[in-house]
């Protein structure tokens, strides 16, 4: 492989130093955080994610294609197609022939609490809803904050079936803990059972039968007419910058809207830098990571490989020039990573410990819980060193097992060479994650390199820069 169309620069680490301290920095980083919280807000679930980045592409003047229908691609078109409403994917074709895909992926969806069906639950003069997990929520976080519910209800109309997206923009539930005097022991160590203790208060008794009414004004439609439902609690305030140097970034959702709104912001700015004859640019934004993305539209799923050949039948392309673009193509799998944290230092590995405004982390794995190898964090490494970033190193603890990502699941579709990488953060899975604020811009300029660039094979797993 050789790496391409890359801007000829050879910048030693001290310069990268320099980089990182210039006071110019520091006014995008405000920038740039100021408009991630205003993103985070704008997507309390996976469906309202989708559908901003929709809007984002469109106003970009990005074309969305329906899966449901005859694609025709024009050279140096730029297009979207959204799955599910909740999973999305866009890319731009080059005016010459492309020499592959470079794909940047991240996910839509984090853990949260879903609403069951029928959610009413009345006793002891409350009304509660019934809820389910979604994904691995740290369940002590979602207790005693002011929540929300929005997603998406299918609504029965004069044409037919009808999917809407609703958000309640106002506090609607709590979950209250129990007083310590009831139970002394809480701060040892409390089992919390979901059925049980994550029940939220909707209101008190007089209020029976309305929760399905404000769903339905939100929607625009009568209750009887929503026939089915996708909520979830959100945690609606907006998030905070803090720190003696606003070092620090706080919110809902991080994990792995950081993510997904860097490799926008990198996609987007790489827009008109994307060679000639260069590759192919990629985001896909996936629903279903936190619950194993075995869904229609998760990274577990048919979508990525379907819309990639659906690009190579479009442009005329062989069976055989299709594969060839495989091995001409990356992936670059961007979730939040763990950094260390300082309460807890023994958690991480002795050496390999990312800290926060230090750059995006390669996440290695043996056991190919994460893709990384050798070739694909060289790739990563050298993508960074380009595009003047600094960049940190994670293995879990050898006796801790960690998590799984994207890259994982996505290489069993479209086996490409992947690197899987993230932002460094705390408390990943809390309903209020911590990251720092000198990350997002560091993430969204390697992806602005990776999506200026290409990779040319040379028939061995070698890496030779030019
Ligand atoms: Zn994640």
């Known amino acids: 492989m050789t790496l391409t169309d890359l801007p000829a620069q050879n910048r030693s680490d001290d310069t990268i130093d320099k980089e990182i301290n210039k006071e110019s920095n520091k006014e995008s980083n405000k920038e740039i955080n100021e408009e991630l919280l205003d993103f985070l807000q704008k997507c309390p679930t996976s469906y309202h994610a989708a559908d901003t980045i929709r809007k984002i592409l469109l106003g970009e003047g990005y074309e969305e294609l329906r899966e449901s229908a005859p694609w025709t691609l024009k050279k140096g078109g730029r297009y979207f197609a959204v799955r599910g409403e909740s999973s999305i994917i866009a890319f731009r074709l080059p005016h010459s022939a492309p020499t592959g895909f470079m794909i940047g992926a991240s996910h839509t969806d984090s853990p949260s609490l879903k609403i069951k069906v029928n959610p009413e639950m009345t006793g002891n003069g409350y009304i509660r809803l ?205 979730d939040n990573a763990h950094a260390v944290h300082p309460n807890y230092p023994d958690k991480a590995d002795p050496v390999n410990r990312p800290g926060l405004n230090k750059g995006p982390v390669l996440k290695y794995n043996a056991s190919l819980r994460y893709t990384t190898d050798a070739v694909a964090a060289a790739v990563f490494k050298e993508v960074c060193h380009r595009a003047g970033v600094p960049c940190q190193e994670f293995t879990n603890r050898s006796d801790i097992l960690g998590g799984s990502t994207l890259g994982h699941q996505s290489m069993t579709h479209f086996s490409v060479s992947t690197a899987d990488v993230g932002l460094p953060q705390l408390a990943m899975h809390s309903a209020y994650e911590t990251a720092g604020t000198g990350d997002t811009l560091y993430m969204s300029k390697v992806m602005e390199v990776f999506f200026s660039s290409a990779l040319r094979n040379e028939g061995r797993d070698c890496l030779v820069i030019v």
């Open 130 to 334: 019934n809820v389910e997990k979604y994904g691995g929520l740290i369940m002590q976080s979602w207790f005693d904050r002011p929540l929300s519910v929005a997603g998406r209800v299918v609504v029965r109309t004069a044409h037919g079936l009808e999917s809407r997206l609703v958000r309640v923009d106002r506090d609607l539930v709590m979950i209250p803990r129990l007083a310590i005097h009831m139970e002394r022991q809480m701060n040892e160590g409390q089992t919390l059972n979901l059925q049980k203790d994550l029940l939220p208060i909707y209101g008190l008794t007089g209020s029976e039968g309305s929760f399905m009414e404000l769903i339905a004004r939100e929607a625009g439609c009568a209750a009887e007419e929503i026939l089915a439902h996708d909520l979830y609690l959100y945690v609606r305030g907006r998030g905070a910058i803090w720190g003696a140097k606003n070092e620090f970034l706080s919110a809902g959702r991080l994990d792995d809207l950081q993510c997904g709104f860097a490799d926008l912001k990198g996609f987007l700015a790489a827009q008109d830098k994307t060679p000639e004859a260069g590759a192919i640019p990629v985001l896909a934004v996936f629903d279903n990571e936190e619950v194993g993305s075995r869904s229609r539209q998760g990274a577990d799923s048919g979508y990525l490989s379907d819309i990639l050949h659906r690009i190579g039948n479009a442009l005329s392309w062989s069976d055989e020039q299709f594969r060839i673009m495989t091995v001409g193509s990356f992936m670059i799998s961007a």
